[in-house]
Protein backbone atom coordinates (compact mmCIF):
# COMPACT_ATOMS: atom_id res chain seq x y z
CA UNK A 1 0.00 0.00 0.00
CA UNK A 2 3.13 2.10 0.75
CA UNK A 3 4.39 1.50 -2.48
CA UNK A 4 1.39 2.42 -4.51
CA UNK A 5 1.04 5.71 -2.42
CA UNK A 6 4.79 6.58 -3.15
CA UNK A 7 4.10 5.52 -6.81
CA UNK A 8 1.06 7.82 -7.16
CA UNK A 9 2.60 10.57 -5.81
CA UNK A 10 5.30 10.51 -7.80
CA UNK A 11 3.21 9.75 -11.11
CA UNK A 12 1.30 13.12 -9.60
CA UNK A 13 4.61 14.62 -9.68
CA UNK A 14 5.91 13.98 -13.06
CA UNK A 15 2.45 15.26 -14.43
CA UNK A 16 3.02 18.45 -13.25
CA UNK A 17 5.96 18.75 -14.04
CA UNK A 18 4.92 18.07 -17.59
CA UNK A 19 2.18 20.65 -17.22
CA UNK A 20 4.75 23.34 -16.21
CA UNK A 21 6.71 22.30 -19.26
CA UNK A 22 3.90 21.93 -21.57
CA UNK A 23 2.87 25.65 -20.11
CA UNK A 24 6.14 27.22 -20.44
CA UNK A 25 6.55 25.96 -24.49
CA UNK A 26 2.92 27.25 -24.77
CA UNK A 27 4.22 30.74 -23.69
CA UNK A 28 7.49 30.44 -25.21
CA UNK A 29 5.79 29.27 -28.90
CA UNK A 30 3.31 32.82 -27.71
CA UNK A 31 6.17 35.13 -27.54
CA UNK A 32 7.38 33.56 -31.09
CA UNK A 33 4.48 34.46 -32.52
CA UNK A 34 3.56 38.00 -30.87
CA UNK A 35 6.86 38.90 -29.99
CA UNK A 36 6.24 39.56 -26.20
CA UNK A 37 8.35 41.88 -24.21
CA UNK A 38 10.51 39.53 -21.03
CA UNK A 39 8.68 41.74 -18.54
CA UNK A 40 4.96 41.05 -20.04
CA UNK A 41 5.98 37.43 -20.53
CA UNK A 42 6.59 37.60 -16.45
CA UNK A 43 3.21 39.62 -16.19
CA UNK A 44 0.94 36.90 -18.37
CA UNK A 45 2.93 34.36 -16.35
CA UNK A 46 1.06 34.79 -13.03
CA UNK A 47 -1.94 36.76 -14.48
CA UNK A 48 -2.96 33.75 -16.75
CA UNK A 49 -3.63 31.77 -13.94
CA UNK A 50 -4.92 34.53 -11.30
CA UNK A 51 -6.74 37.10 -13.40
CA UNK A 52 -7.38 35.14 -17.09
CA UNK A 53 -10.15 37.55 -18.05
CA UNK A 54 -7.60 40.21 -18.57
CA UNK A 55 -5.07 38.47 -20.13
CA UNK A 56 -8.08 36.83 -22.65
CA UNK A 57 -9.24 40.97 -23.21
CA UNK A 58 -5.47 41.50 -23.80
CA UNK A 59 -4.69 39.37 -26.13
CA UNK A 60 -7.58 40.12 -28.00
CA UNK A 61 -6.75 43.59 -28.45
CA UNK A 62 -4.75 45.44 -31.06
CA UNK A 63 -2.11 45.88 -28.96
CA UNK A 64 -1.27 42.43 -28.94
CA UNK A 65 -1.57 42.17 -32.59
CA UNK A 66 -0.07 44.73 -33.73
CA UNK A 67 3.66 45.79 -33.94
CA UNK A 68 4.30 49.49 -33.34
CA UNK A 69 7.02 49.13 -36.39
CA UNK A 70 3.72 48.16 -38.30
CA UNK A 71 1.15 50.85 -36.84
CA UNK A 72 3.29 53.93 -37.18
CA UNK A 73 3.97 53.04 -41.19
CA UNK A 74 0.27 52.82 -41.92
CA UNK A 75 -1.55 55.56 -44.18
CA UNK A 76 -2.36 58.87 -42.35
CA UNK A 77 -6.25 57.62 -42.24
CA UNK A 78 -5.33 54.57 -41.41
CA UNK A 79 -2.97 54.88 -38.27
CA UNK A 80 -4.42 55.17 -34.63
CA UNK A 81 -1.04 55.78 -33.75
CA UNK A 82 -0.63 59.91 -33.68
CA UNK A 83 3.25 60.13 -32.43
CA UNK A 84 5.68 60.55 -35.18
CA UNK A 85 8.38 58.14 -33.71
CA UNK A 86 8.66 56.46 -30.42
CA UNK A 87 10.67 57.39 -27.44
CA UNK A 88 13.66 54.83 -26.84
CA UNK A 89 12.00 52.98 -23.56
CA UNK A 90 9.42 51.89 -26.15
CA UNK A 91 10.92 48.69 -28.50
CA UNK A 92 8.11 48.63 -31.79
CA UNK A 93 9.08 45.03 -32.78
CA UNK A 94 7.28 44.12 -29.78
CA UNK A 95 3.70 44.08 -28.94
CA UNK A 96 2.74 46.59 -26.45
CA UNK A 97 1.85 44.61 -23.45
CA UNK A 98 1.11 44.68 -19.41
CA UNK A 99 4.69 46.02 -18.55
CA UNK A 100 4.89 48.89 -21.48
CA UNK A 101 1.43 50.36 -19.94
CA UNK A 102 2.18 49.87 -16.44
CA UNK A 103 5.08 50.98 -16.31
CA UNK A 104 5.16 54.19 -18.05
CA UNK A 105 6.45 57.67 -16.40
CA UNK A 106 6.72 55.75 -13.20
CA UNK A 107 8.28 59.09 -11.62
CA UNK A 108 4.98 60.89 -12.19
CA UNK A 109 2.63 58.18 -10.53
CA UNK A 110 2.36 58.39 -6.71
CA UNK A 111 0.55 55.07 -6.89
CA UNK A 112 4.15 52.97 -8.28
CA UNK A 113 4.85 50.18 -6.53
CA UNK A 114 7.46 47.59 -6.29
CA UNK A 115 5.70 44.57 -7.41
CA UNK A 116 7.62 41.20 -8.55
CA UNK A 117 10.95 42.98 -9.02
CA UNK A 118 9.10 45.31 -11.67
CA UNK A 119 8.25 49.23 -10.65
CA UNK A 120 4.48 49.18 -11.41
CA UNK A 121 1.26 51.88 -11.51
CA UNK A 122 -1.78 50.50 -10.70
CA UNK A 123 -3.75 53.46 -12.82
CA UNK A 124 -2.67 53.97 -16.68
CA UNK A 125 -3.20 58.05 -17.43
CA UNK A 126 -4.26 59.39 -20.35
CA UNK A 127 -0.47 60.85 -20.23
CA UNK A 128 0.34 57.26 -20.22
CA UNK A 129 -1.95 56.60 -23.47
CA UNK A 130 -0.05 60.10 -24.94
CA UNK A 131 3.51 58.17 -25.13
CA UNK A 132 1.59 56.39 -28.30
CA UNK A 133 -1.60 58.50 -28.76
CA UNK A 134 -0.12 62.38 -28.14
CA UNK A 135 -2.65 64.01 -30.36
CA UNK A 136 -5.39 61.83 -28.65
CA UNK A 137 -4.28 62.90 -24.81
CA UNK A 138 -3.74 66.75 -26.01
CA UNK A 139 -7.36 66.61 -27.58
CA UNK A 140 -8.96 64.91 -24.55
CA UNK A 141 -7.02 67.18 -21.94
CA UNK A 142 -8.57 70.36 -23.59
CA UNK A 143 -11.98 69.00 -23.64
CA UNK A 144 -15.28 69.39 -21.05
CA UNK A 145 -15.15 65.33 -20.35
CA UNK A 146 -11.40 65.69 -18.81
CA UNK A 147 -12.46 68.82 -16.49
CA UNK A 148 -16.17 67.51 -15.21
CA UNK A 149 -14.80 66.69 -11.91
CA UNK A 150 -13.16 69.82 -11.52
CA UNK A 151 -16.26 71.69 -12.99
CA UNK A 152 -18.27 70.38 -10.51
CA UNK A 153 -15.97 70.89 -7.31
CA UNK A 154 -14.45 74.44 -8.50
CA UNK A 155 -17.97 75.89 -9.73
CA UNK A 156 -19.30 76.86 -6.18
CA UNK A 157 -22.99 76.84 -7.91
CA UNK A 158 -22.79 73.37 -9.29
CA UNK A 159 -21.28 71.77 -6.14
CA UNK A 160 -23.71 73.63 -4.38
CA UNK A 161 -26.60 71.88 -6.43
CA UNK A 162 -24.24 68.46 -6.25
CA UNK A 163 -24.51 68.64 -2.70
CA UNK A 164 -27.83 69.82 -2.30
CA UNK A 165 -29.49 66.43 -5.00
CA UNK A 166 -27.14 64.29 -3.06
CA UNK A 167 -28.32 65.22 0.52
CA UNK A 168 -31.80 64.04 0.97
CA UNK A 169 -33.06 63.52 4.32
CA UNK A 170 -30.69 61.02 6.03
CA UNK A 171 -29.98 58.76 3.20
CA UNK A 172 -26.31 60.78 2.70
CA UNK A 173 -24.28 59.61 0.53
CA UNK A 174 -20.36 58.87 2.33
CA UNK A 175 -17.12 59.87 1.04
CA UNK A 176 -16.84 55.86 0.41
CA UNK A 177 -20.45 55.94 -1.73
CA UNK A 178 -20.09 59.60 -3.21
CA UNK A 179 -18.46 58.67 -6.15
CA UNK A 180 -21.64 56.58 -7.49
CA UNK A 181 -23.27 59.41 -7.75
CA UNK A 182 -22.69 62.34 -9.85
CA UNK A 183 -19.25 61.86 -9.69
CA UNK A 184 -19.90 57.59 -10.83
CA UNK A 185 -19.56 59.70 -14.09
CA UNK A 186 -17.75 63.05 -14.02
CA UNK A 187 -14.84 61.20 -11.43
CA UNK A 188 -13.47 61.29 -8.51
CA UNK A 189 -9.70 62.34 -7.28
CA UNK A 190 -8.03 59.06 -6.86
CA UNK A 191 -5.01 59.64 -4.26
CA UNK A 192 -2.74 57.47 -2.61
CA UNK A 193 -2.97 57.25 1.28
CA UNK A 194 -0.36 55.28 1.80
CA UNK A 195 0.01 51.39 1.69
CA UNK A 196 -1.44 48.38 2.49
CA UNK A 197 -1.06 44.90 2.51
CA UNK A 198 -3.11 42.42 0.80
CA UNK A 199 -3.33 38.33 0.74
CA UNK A 200 -3.45 36.82 -2.65
CA UNK A 201 -2.64 33.24 -4.27
CA UNK A 202 1.17 34.32 -3.83
CA UNK A 203 1.13 35.58 -0.64
CA UNK A 204 0.99 38.61 0.83
CA UNK A 205 2.34 41.80 -1.06
CA UNK A 206 1.98 45.50 -0.07
CA UNK A 207 -0.02 47.84 -2.56
CA UNK A 208 -0.99 51.87 -2.65
CA UNK A 209 -3.61 52.34 -0.70
CA UNK A 210 -5.86 54.36 -3.39
CA UNK A 211 -8.85 56.67 -2.41
CA UNK A 212 -12.38 56.63 -4.19
CA UNK A 213 -11.33 53.61 -5.90
CA UNK A 214 -12.06 51.99 -8.55
CA UNK A 215 -13.75 54.67 -10.76
CA UNK A 216 -13.60 55.27 -14.56
CA UNK A 217 -15.58 58.59 -14.78
CA UNK A 218 -14.62 60.81 -17.40
CA UNK A 219 -12.90 63.76 -15.50
CA UNK A 220 -11.17 61.53 -13.10
CA UNK A 221 -8.02 63.15 -11.43
CA UNK A 222 -5.09 60.78 -11.20
CA UNK A 223 -2.23 59.94 -9.08
CA UNK A 224 -0.06 61.18 -11.92
CA UNK A 225 -2.02 64.58 -11.76
CA UNK A 226 -3.66 63.83 -14.61
CA UNK A 227 -7.18 64.49 -15.94
CA UNK A 228 -9.42 61.82 -17.02
CA UNK A 229 -9.80 58.48 -17.70
CA UNK A 230 -9.28 56.57 -21.50
CA UNK A 231 -11.12 53.62 -19.85
CA UNK A 232 -14.11 55.24 -19.20
CA UNK A 233 -14.96 55.02 -23.77
CA UNK A 234 -11.81 52.42 -24.11
CA UNK A 235 -12.46 49.15 -21.56
CA UNK A 236 -9.30 47.95 -20.48
CA UNK A 237 -8.04 45.25 -21.23
CA UNK A 238 -8.99 45.07 -24.54
CA UNK A 239 -9.40 49.06 -25.34
CA UNK A 240 -11.62 48.32 -28.05
CA UNK A 241 -12.45 50.72 -31.00
CA UNK A 242 -15.68 48.73 -31.72
CA UNK A 243 -17.08 49.27 -28.25
CA UNK A 244 -15.94 52.91 -27.61
CA UNK A 245 -17.95 53.28 -31.30
CA UNK A 246 -21.26 51.91 -30.32
CA UNK A 247 -23.95 53.92 -28.06
CA UNK A 248 -23.79 51.56 -25.15
CA UNK A 249 -20.50 52.89 -23.98
CA UNK A 250 -22.24 56.61 -24.21
CA UNK A 251 -25.17 55.31 -22.74
CA UNK A 252 -23.44 54.36 -19.47
CA UNK A 253 -23.84 58.42 -18.32
CA UNK A 254 -25.81 60.17 -21.46
CA UNK A 255 -28.95 59.03 -19.85
CA UNK A 256 -32.52 60.59 -18.68
CA UNK A 257 -33.90 62.68 -17.15
CA UNK A 258 -31.03 65.14 -17.56
CA UNK A 259 -29.10 63.78 -20.15
CA UNK A 260 -31.25 61.60 -21.93
CA UNK A 261 -29.63 61.37 -25.16
CA UNK A 262 -29.26 57.39 -24.85
CA UNK A 263 -33.41 57.45 -24.25
CA UNK A 264 -33.60 59.99 -27.45
CA UNK A 265 -31.78 58.13 -29.83
CA UNK A 266 -33.31 54.11 -28.59
CA UNK A 267 -36.52 55.69 -29.96
CA UNK A 268 -35.71 58.20 -33.14
CA UNK A 269 -35.33 56.68 -36.80
CA UNK A 270 -31.40 56.38 -36.74
CA UNK A 271 -31.43 54.31 -33.10
CA UNK A 272 -34.45 52.49 -34.76
CA UNK A 273 -31.89 51.40 -38.41
CA UNK A 274 -28.59 50.94 -35.48
CA UNK A 275 -30.82 48.47 -33.39
CA UNK A 276 -31.83 46.59 -36.33
CA UNK A 277 -28.99 46.89 -38.62
CA UNK A 278 -25.67 46.65 -36.06
CA UNK A 279 -24.68 43.28 -36.38
CA UNK A 280 -24.01 44.08 -39.97
CA UNK A 281 -21.47 46.69 -39.39
CA UNK A 282 -18.34 47.26 -39.03
CA UNK A 283 -17.34 48.83 -36.22
CA UNK A 284 -13.40 48.35 -36.10
CA UNK A 285 -12.32 49.64 -39.39
CA UNK A 286 -10.21 53.07 -39.53
CA UNK A 287 -10.87 54.69 -41.06
CA UNK A 288 -14.91 54.37 -41.20
CA UNK A 289 -16.09 54.47 -44.51
CA UNK A 290 -19.88 55.99 -44.05
CA UNK A 291 -22.69 53.64 -46.60
CA UNK A 292 -20.02 50.82 -46.29
CA UNK A 293 -18.97 50.09 -42.48
CA UNK A 294 -22.20 51.66 -41.21
CA UNK A 295 -25.77 53.12 -42.44
CA UNK A 296 -26.82 55.33 -39.95
CA UNK A 297 -24.90 57.68 -37.37
CA UNK A 298 -24.22 56.64 -33.51
CA UNK A 299 -23.43 58.66 -30.48
CA UNK A 300 -19.16 58.38 -32.38
CA UNK A 301 -20.41 59.38 -35.38
CA UNK A 302 -21.44 62.67 -34.81
CA UNK A 303 -19.13 63.35 -31.70
CA UNK A 304 -15.31 62.08 -32.36
CA UNK A 305 -14.90 59.33 -35.55
CA UNK A 306 -12.98 60.08 -38.46
CA UNK A 307 -15.44 59.30 -41.38
CA UNK A 308 -14.93 58.91 -44.99
CA UNK A 309 -16.62 58.81 -47.52
CA UNK A 310 -16.82 55.52 -49.84
CA UNK A 311 -14.23 57.01 -52.12
CA UNK A 312 -11.97 58.03 -49.46
CA UNK A 313 -13.19 61.58 -49.01
CA UNK A 314 -13.11 62.69 -45.48
CA UNK A 315 -16.22 63.63 -44.17
CA UNK A 316 -15.00 64.54 -40.39
CA UNK A 317 -11.77 64.38 -39.34
CA UNK A 318 -11.21 62.32 -36.08
CA UNK A 319 -11.11 64.14 -32.85
CA UNK A 320 -11.14 63.25 -28.73
CA UNK A 321 -12.41 67.01 -27.83
CA UNK A 322 -16.16 65.62 -27.46
CA UNK A 323 -17.30 69.48 -28.02
CA UNK A 324 -14.97 70.41 -31.11
CA UNK A 325 -17.73 70.18 -33.69
CA UNK A 326 -20.29 71.42 -31.55
CA UNK A 327 -22.08 75.23 -31.97
CA UNK A 328 -24.54 75.20 -29.19
CA UNK A 329 -24.36 73.52 -25.28
CA UNK A 330 -27.98 72.72 -25.17
CA UNK A 331 -26.91 71.24 -21.67
CA UNK A 332 -25.86 73.85 -19.66
CA UNK A 333 -27.23 75.24 -15.97
CA UNK A 334 -30.65 77.22 -16.48
CA UNK A 335 -30.15 78.40 -20.68
CA UNK A 336 -28.54 76.76 -23.88
CA UNK A 337 -25.73 79.05 -25.23
CA UNK A 338 -22.76 78.86 -27.36
CA UNK A 339 -20.07 76.08 -26.46
CA UNK A 340 -17.08 77.71 -24.35
CA UNK A 341 -13.79 78.18 -25.45
CA UNK A 342 -12.26 76.38 -23.26
CA UNK A 343 -13.00 73.04 -21.48
CA UNK A 344 -12.28 74.70 -17.84
CA UNK A 345 -15.63 75.97 -17.52
CA UNK A 346 -15.14 76.75 -13.59
CA UNK A 347 -12.96 80.02 -14.97
CA UNK A 348 -16.64 81.46 -16.59
CA UNK A 349 -17.88 84.57 -15.10
CA UNK A 350 -20.87 86.19 -16.49
CA UNK A 351 -21.79 89.73 -15.30
CA UNK A 352 -23.86 88.87 -12.46
CA UNK A 353 -20.47 87.81 -11.04
CA UNK A 354 -21.70 83.94 -11.22
CA UNK A 355 -19.68 81.35 -12.30
CA UNK A 356 -22.40 80.72 -15.11
CA UNK A 357 -21.78 81.59 -19.21
CA UNK A 358 -25.23 83.20 -19.29
CA UNK A 359 -26.85 85.68 -16.47
CA UNK A 360 -30.75 84.88 -15.19
CA UNK A 361 -31.30 87.71 -18.07
CA UNK A 362 -29.91 85.51 -20.75
CA UNK A 363 -26.87 88.10 -21.13
CA UNK A 364 -24.07 85.91 -22.47
CA UNK A 365 -20.97 85.87 -20.94
CA UNK A 366 -19.60 86.33 -24.30
CA UNK A 367 -15.57 86.38 -23.97
CA UNK A 368 -15.54 82.87 -22.76
CA UNK A 369 -17.84 81.56 -25.33
CA UNK A 370 -17.16 80.50 -29.00
CA UNK A 371 -17.71 83.93 -31.44
CA UNK A 372 -20.73 83.65 -34.12
CA UNK A 373 -18.40 83.36 -36.95
CA UNK A 374 -17.13 79.50 -35.24
CA UNK A 375 -20.75 78.79 -34.54
CA UNK A 376 -21.68 79.19 -38.08
CA UNK A 377 -18.79 76.98 -38.69
CA UNK A 378 -19.68 74.11 -36.70
CA UNK A 379 -22.40 74.60 -37.87
CA UNK A 380 -21.65 74.38 -41.41
CA UNK A 381 -19.35 70.60 -40.26
CA UNK A 382 -21.81 69.32 -38.85
CA UNK A 383 -24.21 69.46 -41.73
CA UNK A 384 -21.90 67.93 -44.42
CA UNK A 385 -21.68 65.02 -42.30
CA UNK A 386 -25.28 65.14 -42.47
CA UNK A 387 -25.13 65.37 -46.21
CA UNK A 388 -23.88 62.56 -47.03
CA UNK A 389 -26.69 61.39 -46.50
CA UNK A 390 -29.63 63.50 -46.67
CA UNK A 391 -30.65 66.43 -49.00
CA UNK A 392 -29.90 70.11 -47.93
CA UNK A 393 -33.76 71.23 -47.78
CA UNK A 394 -33.89 68.49 -45.05
CA UNK A 395 -31.29 69.58 -43.08
CA UNK A 396 -31.92 73.24 -43.20
CA UNK A 397 -35.53 71.75 -42.38
CA UNK A 398 -34.48 69.66 -39.48
CA UNK A 399 -31.46 72.77 -38.04
CA UNK A 400 -34.43 75.12 -38.67
CA UNK A 401 -36.38 73.60 -36.38
CA UNK A 402 -34.00 72.79 -33.65
CA UNK A 403 -33.06 76.10 -33.40
CA UNK A 404 -37.14 77.52 -33.03
CA UNK A 405 -36.17 74.47 -30.15
CA UNK A 406 -33.76 76.15 -28.44
CA UNK A 407 -35.26 79.30 -28.40
CA UNK A 408 -38.80 78.44 -26.94
CA UNK A 409 -37.42 76.18 -24.37
CA UNK A 410 -35.41 78.93 -23.44
CA UNK A 411 -38.08 81.30 -23.11
CA UNK A 412 -40.12 78.63 -21.04
CA UNK A 413 -37.36 78.54 -18.81
CA UNK A 414 -37.12 82.16 -18.55
CA UNK A 415 -40.42 82.43 -17.59
CA UNK A 416 -40.22 79.88 -14.63
CA UNK A 417 -36.43 81.75 -13.44
CA UNK A 418 -38.35 85.04 -13.26
CA UNK A 419 -41.14 82.90 -11.28
CA UNK A 420 -38.25 81.92 -8.74
CA UNK A 421 -37.00 85.23 -8.58
CA UNK A 422 -40.43 86.98 -7.72
CA UNK A 423 -40.46 84.28 -5.05
CA UNK A 424 -37.08 84.87 -3.64
CA UNK A 425 -38.14 89.11 -3.55
CA UNK A 426 -41.58 87.98 -1.55
CA UNK A 427 -39.51 86.10 0.77
CA UNK A 428 -41.33 82.85 -0.05
CA UNK A 429 -37.97 81.14 -0.67
CA UNK A 430 -34.33 82.01 0.43
CA UNK A 431 -32.33 82.37 -2.33
CA UNK A 432 -28.52 81.82 -0.51
CA UNK A 433 -28.88 77.92 -1.58
CA UNK A 434 -31.02 78.30 -4.89
CA UNK A 435 -31.43 74.57 -4.96
CA UNK A 436 -32.93 73.38 -1.53
CA UNK A 437 -36.93 74.25 -1.41
CA UNK A 438 -39.66 73.09 -3.20
CA UNK A 439 -39.94 76.14 -5.40
CA UNK A 440 -36.91 75.91 -6.44
CA UNK A 441 -36.80 72.26 -7.06
CA UNK A 442 -39.43 72.69 -9.21
CA UNK A 443 -37.35 75.11 -11.12
CA UNK A 444 -34.27 72.52 -11.57
CA UNK A 445 -36.52 70.03 -13.07
CA UNK A 446 -37.34 72.78 -15.91
CA UNK A 447 -34.19 73.40 -17.28
CA UNK A 448 -32.05 70.31 -16.08
CA UNK A 449 -34.74 67.38 -17.09
CA UNK A 450 -37.85 69.04 -19.07
CA UNK A 451 -35.52 72.17 -21.76
CA UNK A 452 -33.18 68.94 -21.84
CA UNK A 453 -35.09 66.17 -22.79
CA UNK A 454 -36.55 68.27 -25.61
CA UNK A 455 -33.85 69.78 -26.77
CA UNK A 456 -32.35 66.41 -27.38
CA UNK A 457 -35.52 64.82 -29.06
CA UNK A 458 -35.25 67.79 -31.41
CA UNK A 459 -31.28 67.62 -31.75
CA UNK A 460 -31.29 63.72 -32.54
CA UNK A 461 -34.23 63.87 -35.17
CA UNK A 462 -36.63 61.94 -33.43
CA UNK A 463 -38.33 60.76 -30.13
CA UNK A 464 -41.49 62.84 -30.32
CA UNK A 465 -42.63 61.18 -26.88
CA UNK A 466 -39.82 62.70 -24.95
CA UNK A 467 -40.51 66.54 -26.56
CA UNK A 468 -44.36 65.63 -25.68
CA UNK A 469 -45.23 63.70 -23.13
CA UNK A 470 -42.66 62.09 -21.38
CA UNK A 471 -40.21 64.54 -20.26
CA UNK A 472 -41.12 67.21 -22.26
CA UNK A 473 -43.78 69.92 -23.31
CA UNK A 474 -46.03 68.97 -21.08
CA UNK A 475 -43.85 68.87 -18.02
CA UNK A 476 -42.37 71.80 -18.59
CA UNK A 477 -45.75 73.95 -19.06
CA UNK A 478 -47.32 71.97 -16.04
CA UNK A 479 -44.22 72.53 -14.14
CA UNK A 480 -44.55 76.21 -14.48
CA UNK A 481 -47.93 76.30 -13.56
CA UNK A 482 -47.12 74.66 -10.34
CA UNK A 483 -44.53 77.20 -9.69
CA UNK A 484 -46.91 79.99 -10.13
CA UNK A 485 -49.19 78.12 -7.56
CA UNK A 486 -47.07 78.61 -5.10
CA UNK A 487 -46.96 82.46 -5.56
CA UNK A 488 -50.22 82.62 -5.74
CA UNK A 489 -50.69 80.59 -2.83
CA UNK A 490 -48.68 82.13 -0.47
CA UNK A 491 -50.44 85.73 -1.52
CA UNK A 492 -53.79 84.04 -0.96
CA UNK A 493 -52.67 83.15 2.65
CA UNK A 494 -50.79 86.52 3.40
CA UNK A 495 -53.78 88.61 2.83
Not at 95 to 112: A, M, T
Not at 235 to 240: G, I, K, N, T
Not at 248 to 268: F, G, I, M, R
Request: with cysteine.
Amino acid sequence: MKNFKKGFKMLAFLLFINFLLFLNKALNSEEKILKITPETQQCIGCHSIYTPGIVKDWKESLHARTFPSVAIKKSPLERRISVERFPDFINPEYVIGCFECHSLNSQLHKDNFDHMGFKINIIVSPKDCGVCHSKEFKEYSESKKAYALKILLENPVYNKLVETITNISTLLPSNSTLHETCLGCHGTRVQVKGFKKIKTPIGEIEIPDLTNWPNHGVGRENPDNTLGSCSSCHPRHSFSIEIARKPYTCAQCHLDPDVPAWNVYKESKHGNIYFSKEKEWKFDSVPWVLGEDFKAPTCAVCHNSLIVSPDGEVIAERTHNFGERLWVRIFGLIYSHPQPKKGDTSLIKNKEGLPLPITFNKELAKEYLIEESEQQKRLDQMKNLCNNCHSKDYINGHFSKFENTIKETDEMVFQATQVLVNAWNKKIANKENPFDEYIEQLWIKQWLFYANSIRYASAMTGAPDYATFKLGWWELKHNLENMKKIIKLHSKNKN
